[in-house]
């Protein structure tokens, strides 16, 4: 497999992955969320929280249409992209898409049409039950995602017999140490771009009409949302990190970046990493005293990047993508404390923002999503060139030689459709952010 | 039969390792025949709505919306039986698919995507929709084929090969178009229904080129296949299939013909003509291939998992089967027939 060709197959691959995770992300985020709807309408009996359910119902079936059509392109990339993957690890990624995909398909035959279309004909408690589950089946079709894409990233559980993974204890690839973690990562990454999707439509919204009870309650929800998904996707990372940088050593090498073997750490907050000349131009840090989680010699040196003999991830992108989620993140957090202030001495009043503060927290929109997407490329790119840490490389696996000219047409036709889907539901979210939603209906055996 | 093959493989019949296998290349089987036939009117009508006249589309849209959570769901539990089932026949299969299995994904991706989107979108921008939606079909349609094409020929590659795949794909999205009108004319009266006896008379020829075509094709590309076909102990075999075949072709392109003067009760008889034409098919290849994945190379044993993989895997099966059936019995009982108006909703008080 030619370089060209491994770039391309992983374009696609990343493309289609990253697309089909952002929107189960914003999915499940959105799913608790509407069930927090769900219960205070139930609870107070008051119209706004259902008002609120009911307009954020349709960002939630946007999400959901997404996600789950995106996962077929990922699921046949798994075999024409990577047509050995499942060749060795078939025994592990075989049973986990499969429990992904009937998990998904119970909970969405049960469950979903009732939430969707059947409100009117269930009680209102039969109702807020449906909405629960359909949070529970959306998080545990996560799971066993997440729980792949663990296994990948240190496959513990399973062992490696004539080329082949067999697995040994399902208990440890579904709880070790990394599952829950990338799990509750993904759930409160969808939780973030959720309630920061709430604050910017809010402020869209009411930047024409005066806000009404539901506005109010939806941005104070989601200004105290995204407060506490910063703290908690903060303290997931940095628990994260712990596990990762010590199982992937040139990872966490990649990231300081650490060039050369030596006594000291390079640990630099910003710089331009320049792969050639193995240096860094523009470098903003300087030497520190070797932080616990990098990778040091029984004597004491710092294991630099020309230390695993080439089999180190590409330092700029490593590098560049976990700064990127990091700053994302501080300045969100800026933000939110910020709006958070704000309300605290003002109400949490979206009325009385003004253009500077609407802008800003349609801007915290992007930052939310900047923070996962990035944070998703880091974990991808930092394990390259391994598709299975430490045992499987991404260059084993791909199709032996694929027609370059085909290769490179079939990659831009994906990128064209994922774009024009994309384009399509922010078309259609600034459409019912502008107009309101009207129900769409489907009935069974009638049309 | 079964004792011999087992015997062949070393196994008994009752060992695990032998019937296992076999028994998710059955159910793998029913899913496969499940998405052409029920996901496969979706795709037809699909197809149809690009070439139907501005004003009837919305109209045909609109009578695939009860059943499009059913239909995109079959190619899911497919891909996912033969992950967990299969595992080791990715590379030999999907691996030689690159561009149909593509095209297939994109066509799904833009089916699945845009029929739901239109649904949501304001009336100014569900034509754009609507067109990602027929070409989304268009393209499934076409990868179908053309995989069924590269398949039979047991992946050989060329110019030839590749000619042969391209005029399956154009021949399926034919076969497709007829499944889909000749469901439209059982659905719906009026000049739609008109028009889909038009769009199903020109559709059947190419459908009969696309049956004949991959039987004769396989017949002569593979040994073992032609003289599957071709024991003379089993001569009743071939003339049945072929009989009922011609027979549906025959019987449907003369109700056909006389569809636009016929009474409303009869106007299931093509769909049901083209659903058995469809099985015959299937039940063909099937019979062909088995007990191969890959034609001489890789078996269903050589390609299944271990057996502590597959027993996990069908007490997943266990699980689900209950809740596909009900929920499949529940939603396409009332696919035939000429379909009805919704009711208005009650309010109460």
């Known amino acids: ?447 | 039969m079964i004792e011999s093959l087992a015997a062949i493989l070393g196994l008994g019949a009752q060992d695990p390792a032998f019937w296992m296998p076999l028994a998710f290349a059955a159910v793998f089987f029913a899913i496969a025949v499940a998405g052409v036939i029920l996901d496969g009117f979706d795709v037809g009508v699909g197809c149809l709505s690009l070439i139907a006249p501005r004003a009837l589309r919305p109209r045909m849209l609109s009578l695939l919306s009860p059943w499009r959570d059913a239909n995109e769901f079959w190619m899911f539990l497919g891909i996912g039986l033969y992950a967990a089932a299969f595992p080791y026949a990715w590379s030999d299969t999907l691996g030689r698919l690159y561009v149909p299995l593509s095209l297939l994904a994109l066509g799904t991706l833009l089916r699945s995507a845009c029929f739901e989107l239109r649904l949501r979108a304001p009336v100014e921008l569900q034509g754009r929709w609507q067109f990602g939606f027929g070409l989304g079909s268009l393209l499934t349609a076409f990868a179908h084929g053309a995989m069924l094409g590269r398949i039979v020929v047991g992946y050989e590659s060329g110019p030839g090969y590749t000619g042969f795949a391209i005029a399956m794909g154009g021949c399926t999205v034919a076969a497709y178009g007829l499944l889909g009108a000749t469901w439209l004319m059982m659905r719906e009266a009026g000049e739609l229904r008109v028009r889909a006896v038009t769009w199903a008379r020109r559709a059947i020829r190419w459908t009969a080129v696309a049956a004949v075509g991959v039987s004769v094709v396989l017949d002569f590309s593979n040994a073992g296949v032609f003289l599957k076909w071709g024991n003379e102990t089993r001569g009743w075999v071939v003339g049945a299939t072929w009989g009922l075949l011609l027979a549906c072709f025959v019987l449907a392109e003369m109700t056909l013909q006389r569809m636009i003067n016929h009474s409303y009760r009869a106007s299931a008889v093509p769909f049901v003509l083209v659903l058995t034409m469809f099985g015959v098919v299937l039940g063909g290849l099937a019979y062909s291939f088995f007990p191969y994945l890959v034609l001489d190379e890789v078996t269903i044993w050589d390609a299944a998992a271990p057996v502590d993989t597959l027993r996990l895997g069908l007490s997943a099966t266990v699980v689900a089967l209950p809740v596909a059936l009900i929920f499949n019995l529940w939603v396409y009982w009332r696919m035939f027939g000429r379909s009805r108006p919704p009711e208005p909703p009650s309010f109460p008080g």
């Open chain 1, 1 to 447: 497999m030619t370089q060209t060709a491994l770039f391309l197959s992983l374009a696609q691959f990343l493309t289609s992955f990253g697309f089909m995770l952002a929107f189960l992300a914003l999915e499940l985020g959105l799913a608790w969320v509407l069930l927090y709807f769900r219960l205070r309408a139930r609870a107070g009996g008051a119209s706004p929280w259902m008002l609120a359910y009911r307009f954020w119902v349709r960002v939630y079936a946007l999400s959901l249409i997404l996600s789950f059509a995106a996962a077929i392109p990922v699921l046949l990339q798994l075999g024409t992209l990577w047509p050995d993957f499942m060749e060795k690890a078939g025994e592990v990624v075989g049973p986990l898409v499969a429990a992904a995909v009937l998990t998904a398909f119970v909970f969405k035959s049960s469950f979903l049409g009732a939430m969707l279309y059947g409100q009117r004909r269930l009680s209102d408690a039969a109702h807020t039950l449906m909405v629960f589950m359909v949070a529970v089946g959306a998080s545990l079709t996560a799971y066993w995602i997440m729980a792949l894409m663990a296994w990948t990233q240190v496959p513990i559980g399973a062992s490696l017999v004539d080329g082949r993974y067999q697995v040994r204890s399902w208990l440890t690839i579904l709880g070790g140490r990394l599952a829950p973690t990338l799990f509750g990562l993904m759930t409160v990454g969808g939780l973030m771009v959720a309630a920061a999707l709430m604050l910017a439509v809010t402020a869209v919204r009411t930047r024409t009409r005066p806000s009404d009870e539901g506005d109010r309650g939806v941005y104070a929800t989601g200004l105290r949302l995204l407060l506490a998904c910063i703290l908690v996707q903060g303290a997931l990372a940095a628990d994260l990190g712990r596990v990762l940088m010590p199982a992937q050593p040139a990872r966490a090498a990649a990231v300081v970046p650490q060039w050369h073997s030596g006594p000291r750490a390079d640990l630099s907050v910003a710089a331009w990493p320049d792969a050639e000349r193995q240096a860094n131009d523009w470098e903003w840090g300087r030497p520190i005293e070797a932080p616990g989680w990098l990778a040091r010699d029984p004597g004491g040196t710092v294991r630099g990047l020309d230390h695993f003999s080439g089999m180190t991830p590409p330092v700029f992108a490593t590098y560049w993508t976990l700064r990127v989620a990091l700053f994302a993140g501080g300045l969100l957090a800026l933000a939110a404390l910020a709006a958070w202030w704000r309300g605290w001495r003002l109400g949490y009043e979206p009325d009385g923002l003004r253009p500077l503060g609407r802008g800003t927290l349609r801007l915290a929109t992007v930052l939310a999503c900047a923070i996962q997407v990035a944070g998703l490329a880091h974990m991808f790119i930092g394990a390259m060139p391994y598709a299975i840490y430490g045992t499987v490389t991404l260059r084993e696996l791909g199709a032996a030689a694929p027609d370059m000219g085909e290769h490179a047409g079939i990659t831009l036709a994906y990128v064209l459709v994922y774009a024009a889907l994309l384009l399509g539901f922010y078309q259609l979210l600034r459409h019912i952010t502008r107009y309101g939603v009207v129900p769409v209906a489907r009935r069974r055996g009638r049309a």
